[in-house]
């Protein structure tokens, strides 16, 4: 199973502690149906600071499904008031980062997922990193896309008797569907920002689909939270706005 889901449950709770909270969750922290341990610290966490929710995760081991394995830790100050986030446009690009992790894998692996992504992408910077200590074996392949108002990060992961190319065009895939429409949030941020903005009352942003699984977690936090979301259509995507 995914600990990051695990951490992702606690979190909130701990934003409006009375005092300093430290976690650590044990499992696996980069699988295909959950958020990375690097989508939370380089995707979430960033946009969580600008809502004043001073958070810090750091990944101490990695671990792959099935196997598992991994570790991370979280260290949390309590917020006195959370404020909104608007994210209308993401702005330009600035940097574009592809990056695979192989663990007990053949390095020429990564190397071929990367040089594979280089072709969409002639513009990313490319890192190729060997993990140690026992934590495969396990493949992950990412693009990084920081932009101006947001960084978004596209993955996907190795599975026997898929090529590594196969699944670098996974991610391109995803990146230029992405950036293909001017809307600022991806599809799997998206659901990662419902809760935030709710417990902040306030905040809006754009994404290019509407997913089923949005709307459910919409639905969900508003039996429990006295908020309403609106998912208005607009000529690009969707607009998502949060009030109290």
Same mark, same amino acid.
């Given at each position: 199973?995914?600990?990051? $889901? ?136 990412? $693009? ?8 978004? $990060? ?24 992405? &950036? ?16 935030? &903005? ?26 429990? &939270? ?19």
């Amino acid at each position: 199973g995914s600990c990051m $889901l695990v951490l992702q449950t606690v979190l909130p709770a701990l934003w409006f502690a009375d005092g300093s909270s430290r976690v650590e969750v044990h499992g696996g922290t980069h699988n295909q149906a959950a958020p990375s341990a690097d989508f939370i610290c380089r995707v979430w966490e960033p946009l969580l600071a600008r809502m004043g929710i001073s958070q810090r995760t750091t990944l101490i081991k990695h671990g792959f499904y099935p196997a598992g394995g991994g570790a991370a830790a979280t260290v949390v100050e309590p917020a006195a008031s959370l404020r909104g986030l608007t994210l209308i446009s993401r702005g330009e690009t600035l940097r574009t980062t592809a990056e695979a992790l192989l663990a007990a894998v053949p390095y020429h692996v990564g190397e071929r997922e990367v040089a594979t992504l280089e072709a969409h992408f002639p513009q990313a910077e490319k890192n190729v990193v060997a993990l140690e200590g026992g934590c495969g074996p396990g493949n992950a392949l990412s $693009l990084m896309i920081q932009s101006e108002q947001l960084t978004e $990060l596209f993955a996907a992961f190795g599975v026997k008797g898929t090529s590594a190319e196969a699944v670098a065009n996974q991610v391109a895939h995803e990146a230029r569907r992405y &950036l293909a429409s001017p809307a600022a949030v991806g599809e799997h941020l998206a659901d990662q920002l419902i809760l935030p &903005l709710a417990l902040a009352g306030e905040g809006a942003f754009t994404v290019a689909r509407a997913s089923a699984h949005l709307l459910t977690n919409i639905a969900v936090v508003e039996r429990f &939270l006295p908020v309403r979301f609106s998912c208005e259509a607009t000529e690009s995507g969707y607009l998502v706005r949060v009030s109290d």
